[in-house]
């Protein structure tokens, strides 16, 4: 009997679907070179588990005002990169509203995972920006958000 249920429960958590926020969250690994070229070098290559597909439709199509740069992509490229967005966006409903302009670090989900950071460690100098997300989350490149990968040591649990 106990060897059955345990196969059950194997079985089920097997099934499940990955939480939407993990501490991995590697890019996808057919993602197009171009996504890491044009969105990674002025910032990371943020997960696109992170924004809604709508909020990263709306991004790819303000590229040419974004955050006060131009980072327009044309093309081919530019097709690529909003289609991946899309095929690999989180949920909505899950994420929460993001903003105008949308923005990761505005979504509920971010906010409630983040909630035990103070206002005054978000101006800190070594973080600047909540979207400097690699300033805390030395591994971010790799997909590692572990809370044992926090480079600011006041943050480390
Ligand atoms: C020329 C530099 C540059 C390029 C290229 C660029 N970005 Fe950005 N991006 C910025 C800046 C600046 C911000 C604002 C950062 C901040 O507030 O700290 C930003 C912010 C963002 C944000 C919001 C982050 C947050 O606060 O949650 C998203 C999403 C984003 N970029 C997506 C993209 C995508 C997708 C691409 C590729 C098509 C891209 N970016 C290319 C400069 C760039
Ligand atoms: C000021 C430092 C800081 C910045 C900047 C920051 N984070 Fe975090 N992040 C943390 C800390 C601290 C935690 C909490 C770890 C915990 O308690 O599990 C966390 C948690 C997370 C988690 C949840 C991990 C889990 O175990 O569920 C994710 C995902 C995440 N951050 C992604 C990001 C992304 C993406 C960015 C940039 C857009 C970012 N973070 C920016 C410090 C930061």
Redesign the pocket.
């Known amino acids: 009997m106990k060897r059955i249920a345990l196969t059950v429960l194997f079985g089920m958590a097997v099934v499940l679907p990955p939480p939407a ?3 991995r ?1 590697p890019l996808p690994t057919n993602t197009p070179a171009s996504y890491k070229a044009e969105c990674g070098s002025c910032h ?1 290559a ?2 696109p588990a ?1 924004l809604s597909a709508n909020d990263w439709r709306r991004t790819v199509s303000g590229l040419k005002d974004h955050f006060g740069t131009d980072a327009a992509v044309d093309g081919k490229n530019g097709q690529e990169i909003a289609a991946f967005l899309e095929r690999y966006a989180g949920d909505a409903g899950k994420l929460g509203s993001a903003g105008e302009p949308p923005r ?2 505005q979504t509920a989900r ?1 906010i409630r ?2 909630r ?2 103070s206002a005054k ?2 101006k800190d100098p070594r ?1 600047k920006s ?4 690699e ?3 030395r591994g ?1 490149a790799q997909g590692n ?3 044992h990968d ?1 480079s ?1 040591p006041e ?1 480390r ?1």
């Open positions: 926020f993990a501490d969250m990371l943020f997960p992170l990761i670090t971010f995972k983040h035990e950071i460690t978000w973080i909540a979207a400097n997300c300033a805390c989350h971010a958000y572990s809370e926090i600011i943050l649990r």
